[in-house]
């Protein structure tokens, strides 16, 4: 079962605010409603053994003979435990189908510095590279100013 929107906002924020996630943060709820419920997109929650949510996985099947993991990610504190090898092969798993010729993922420099060697590790070869931007939204308001420390927080004229 699909989850509400608030619920998926409030995992997607969990796990992605350290890295900037904010896509589905930023979105309108109708758009969020009909790609969290459309049938060819899978969203599975990492759950710990208290029962809390401490990831999460999101895999797209949208474009035919193709799967794209959208989102993968755990809570800070799970990071560097061993515990993105389980995810990664739990998704791939699921990703990999008889009718899927290809498994990708999007990754960019505000992810964790090892993403590229760990999805590399896992099997992914880089295919292309663009340059995107967009408005901190630690500065729009979308995340807490406190989010993603690591990553330098410049705040334009009108606020200093």
Known sequence: EAPSPDKYRTLFARVGSPWLW???LVMEEARLTAIIHDPRLEIFAVVDRQGIEVGMLELDFREAATCELSFVGLVPELTGAGHGRWLMAHALMRAWRPDVT???????????????????????????????????????????????????????????
């Open 22 to 24: 904010f896509s589905r």
């Open 102 to 160: 290809r498994v990708w993922v999007h990754t960019c420099t505000l992810d964790h510095p090892k993403a590229l060697g760990f999805y590399r590790a896992s099997g992914f070869v880089p295919f292309t590279r663009a340059i995107e931007t967009f408005a901190d939204p630690r500065v729009t308001g979308h995340l807490p100013r406190d989010a993603a420390p690591h990553i330098p927080l410049i705040d334009p004229p009108s606020r200093r």
